[in-house]
RNA sequence: GCGGUCGUGGUGAAGUUGGUUAACACACUAGAUUGUGGCUCUAGCAUUCGCGGGUUCGAGUCCCGUCGGUCGCCCCA
């Protein structure tokens, strides 16, 4: 291999664009802290079992995982997405006892999944999730979108709509698969092949189908509302309510069903109605999970959460023209003139401990080039440090905002930049 | 996993039916200007066209493979 470069599907995030994930990053950590969600970190990589639960249809579970064993070990995977950890790790800390309940929980971190790449799709990326486990209230549905639809607002995208839909409880979810199954008895020949799949792993997910959603069958096919069981259909009721109030425009879609198996009523997606974005257009999505902390050995307990892809918020951010973070301007800039030693960095040391954005020139070279990555580094004030006045003591500062140069002593120029910076500042 | 498309310097890119010095612009470096920048002028800056093979007297230009991007499907954040 001559030419080393980033395995497919990943990428390096460059000093250039790490400003506006710091400022994607900040703007979560602001939001959750607001809306009372303390951040959990979990590893990376998890027995395998902890993301392959039994009976999973789901692709991301069964043909996406990045699973390897080291020295005949149990068999290890990449987290490819964010709730099965937090789940384990809410179970096996008892959290249910240790907090007050319910756990309000948020993560940012890097998921993997095995995918063929594309714009908004790529094998490592970054999500950021909230969980909010042990308490099965509308208005904590209502409540977890809010927290994803406003920090998609902080950030000033504005074509983006909320889709939501309900699976109903385990009881209507059992009662519609079988209404979904006698539905498609009858013309199974005719669908594609994903779809006899799912017929027999997951029927709900026919309804996803993009292929088949022309057919007859599917134009018929009886709404999971019939199917609902009035509890659970007052509980919908109840979070569209809550939305309403909260003023979160929202459509109701009937064929959402998200691709996770464990979702149980709730479930909700944003999408980017945005050309830019493509066929990944969902930024983020997430639903109720009634039997998951079960599952992990807890006791019966709901929870509700969604994901977002980080990286598709940037997409969309850009999309929409919205001004993202970049490397701050220096404010100060030491220029190094003559025989000056170590003086230049030495004053370089004492406006950074003063809190300045200070760059300093650390080699021999023309006052032209220096005055270039003055330019450079837009620095507002410039510090010249020549050996002539050095000899006396003194440095001059340049000041660009006011084309002003002054001549001062070396005890004075924290005071003298200080003075500089808030005369601009008025 | 399937199908389409693209890949030339730090960047944006020209490169006619394969023909022999890889255009142009920006950026960058140095000098004109031996202690004060942003303008101007001058000079320099791809033994090489993602990588590897093949066809040919000759390939950035054609063929095959491979790696990567990208678009659609699938799936999903």
């Known amino acids: 291999m001559k030419n080393y470069q980033t395995a497919r599907g990943t990428q390096d995030i460059l000093p250039a664009e790490v400003y506006k994930w710091h ?20 590893p990376v990589f998890e027995d395998t079992k902890v993301f392959k639960r039994e009976n999973d249809s789901s ?51 890097e998921m993997f ?76 020949d005719d669908l594609c092949g994903d779809c006899k799949r799912r017929y027999t792993q997951n029927p709900l997910r026919l309804l996803d189908c993009k292929v088949d959603k022309e057919h007859p069958s599917m134009k018929s096919v009886p709404s999971l509302i019939d199917s609902l069981t009035d509890e659970s259909k007052d509980y919908f009721a109840e979070v569209l309510a809550a939305l309403d109030a909260l003023e979160i425009p929202y459509e109701i879609d009937d064929k959402l069903v998200r691709g996770l198996d464990y979702y149980t009523d709730t479930v909700f997606e944003v999408v980017s109605t945005h050309p830019e974005s493509g066929s990944q257009a969902t930024v983020f999505a997430g639903g109720r999970y009634d039997g998951l902390v079960e599952y992990f050995g807890g006791q019966e307990m709901s929870g509700i959460g969604f994901a977002l892809g980080i990286e598709r918020l940037l997409i969309l951010a850009e999309a929409e023209g919205v001004e993202l973070a970049s490397k701050p301007d220096a404010d100060v800039y030491v220029i190094a003139l003559g025989d000056v030693k170590t003086a230049p960095l030495a004053i370089a040391t004492q406006c950074r401990a003063n809190g300045y954005i200070t760059e300093c020139n650390l080699v021999q070279r023309s006052l032209k080039s220096q005055f270039k990555s003055v330019e450079r580094k837009n620095a507002k004030a410039i510090i010249i440090v020549g050996e002539e006045e050095l000899k006396r003591g003194e440095v001059n500062i340049k000041f660009t905002p006011s084309q002003t140069q002054v001549c001062v002593k070396l005890e004075n120029i924290i005071d003298t930049l200080d003075e500089m910076f808030q005369s601009e500042e008025e």
């Not at 490819?80 to 993560?107: C, D, I, N």
């Open 59 to 109: 692709d991301m579970v069964n043909k996406e995982m990045y699973t390897f064993t080291m020295n005949d070990e149990d068999s290890l995977t990449l987290r490819p997405e964010g709730t099965a950890g937090v789940v384990r790790s809410f179970v096996q800390h008892k959290m249910y006892g240790a907090m007050e309940m319910p756990a309000k929980l948020y993560y940012v971190g």
């Open 23 to 42: 400022q994607i990053e900040d703007l979560i950590r602001q939001l959750c802290m607001v809306y009372g969600f303390d951040e959990i970190r979990t």
């Open 113 to 188: 999944r095995y995918e063929r790449p594309q714009k908004g799709r790529y094998r490592q990326f970054n999500q950021f999730g909230v969980e909010n486990i042990g308490i099965k209230s509308p208005l904590a549905d209502a409540e977890t979108i809010a927290l994803g639809y406003s920090l998609v607002k902080a950030l000033g995208l504005n074509q983006v709509k909320v889709l939501i839909n309900t699976l109903g409880d385990t009881t209507s979810r059992s009662a519609y698969r079988s209404v979904l199954k006698d539905h498609f008895a009858g013309c199974l």
